[in-house]
């Protein structure tokens, strides 16, 4: 029996930390608890008893028993000290004078800390890196420091400094709970957080399960021509390039939406004049529809070789094999979802490239190959993930990236229709 009394002891003063100076009210529980387990803790209390001249037998039970527990405390206290401070304080007599002196030095250097736990606090910022719950929890553990020291903080302030600390990523939960008319308690925000924290990793695994299936998409931008050093001033500009040819009127260098040749733009086209000329009778005939659009032929045209902004699209499709750079056929039977609740089979997935008039070009990768739409999709949603800036004005659609235009497209048939060249696709 009194082997494993000896063992608990053993093991129990393991566990605990040897007191290096600092954090004394954690550590001072902690010992607390051990003495009181040992059911030594009231020599720490209770003076030691005095024998009268005609004690008796149990008055000297009691001095010799009081006897052994402070000699039994002192030591566990003793021990539950690092090195240095064992040697500063091993010749203390009793464990009550003992534990009175700590008391006494580091209480008062305890007490200074305070304001470095408020800084602590007061400077601690949840990151994106790192689990919310942790920190969440990391920031509990400072509160809880607070009540050592008996300072007290309102709840709802807590709760409500809490939620100001949250990570950029967490930005709209910030919001929700802050204008939730009822005030929360630290384990009410403490389960919106962990709810909240699971709901986003099963939307990534789920996310990174469709880019296994399909591929993610992803745009670069790419700056044709001679280097932009030197010429910031021309940023978000069309650049002017001079040619041996004086005069104002100057044929454009770019090619036609229309035709795709090079020297004149859409409205001169002549095959959008004769379009139009053999538009006029596709007018008479729809009676009462009353469009303002170009011919069925010229729609027919735009929509084959014409890329157009699909802000519900999560991805880039592409429907022509000729505007692929790089191609790799898919058979694993992966299908695109429409609007419309239709399905469309994909067949490769590649990497294309946009040429803007502009200059600038457009590298996508991971477009998917499905010749059955009717539509080249280029994803808004991919845009914003990968940091370009879409503007809409004026029927104009208005594409930069941190600062820097890229191009731009025009309202046509309800969509946003690109300004890219197709002089390509015609030679082919």
Not at 228 to 238: E, I, L, M, T, V
Not at 270 to 293: T, V, Y
Request: charged fraction near 25%; proline fraction near 3%; aromatic fraction near 8%.
């Amino acid at each position: 029996m009194a082997s494993g009394s000896m063992k608990d002891m053993i093991i129990k003063e393991n566990k605990l930390e040897k007191f290096e100076g600092v954090d004394f009210r954690r550590w001072q529980k902690k010992m607390h608890f051990l003495l009181s387990s040992l059911k030594v803790v009231y020599v720490l209390t209770t003076p030691i008893p005095e024998i009268q001249e005609e004690g008796n037998l149990e008055q000297i039970r009691k001095r010799s028993k009081w006897e052994n527990d402070n000699y039994i405390c002192l030591g566990h206290i003793l021990n539950g000290m690092s090195d240095p401070l064992f040697d500063v304080y091993q010749n203390v007599e009793t464990a009550k004078l003992l534990w009175d002196t700590l008391e006494a030095k580091y209480m008062a250097e305890d007490s200074s800390s305070k304001k470095f736990l408020v800084s602590n606090f007061n400077n601690y910022k949840m990151v994106d890196e790192r689990p919310v719950m942790e920190q969440y929890h990391e920031l509990l553990r400072i509160l809880g420091q607070f009540a050592q020291h008996d300072m007290k903080m309102d709840e709802s302030i807590s709760v409500s400094s809490i939620i100001d600390k949250l990570p950029p990523s967490w930005r709209d939960v910030k919001h929700n709970l802050k204008h939730q008319k009822g005030e929360l308690t630290l384990v009410e925000l403490g389960s919106h957080f962990r709810i909240e924290e699971g709901l986003r990793a099963q939307e990534n695994v789920l996310v990174n399960d469709e880019k296994k299936r399909a591929g993610s998409s992803s745009v670069n931008m790419v700056e044709t021509g001679e280097s932009s050093k030197g010429n910031s001033k021309f940023k978000g500009k069309r650049k002017f390039q001079g040619n041996n040819n004086s005069g104002s009127n100057k044929k454009p260098n770019y090619p036609c939406w229309k035709c795709g040749k090079v020297g004149h733009f859409k409205k001169d086209c002549k095959l959008m004049k004769k379009n139009k000329k053999s538009g006029s009778k596709d007018k008479q005939e729809a009676g009462s529809s009353g469009s303002k659009d170009p011919g069925k032929q010229g729609q027919n045209l735009d929509d084959d070789i014409a890329w157009w902004v699909d802000s519900g699209a999560t991805s880039h499709v592409c429907k022509d094999l000729r505007w692929f750079k790089d191609f790799q056929p898919i058979e694993d039977g992966s299908i695109i979802k429409m609007g419309n609740v239709a399905t469309e089979p994909i067949k490769g997935i590649g990497t294309v490239n946009l040429v803007f008039t502009s200059g600038k070009t457009l590298l996508l990768n991971n477009v998917l190959y499905a010749p059955g739409i009717r539509k080249n999709l280029l994803s808004g949603i991919v845009l914003n993930n990968c940091g370009y800036k879409q503007v809409l004005e004026s029927d104009k659609y208005i594409l930069s990236r941190h600062g820097t235009f890229v191009g731009f497209g025009y309202l046509c048939n309800g969509m946003f229709m690109l300004n890219v060249d197709v002089s390509f696709m015609n030679e082919s």
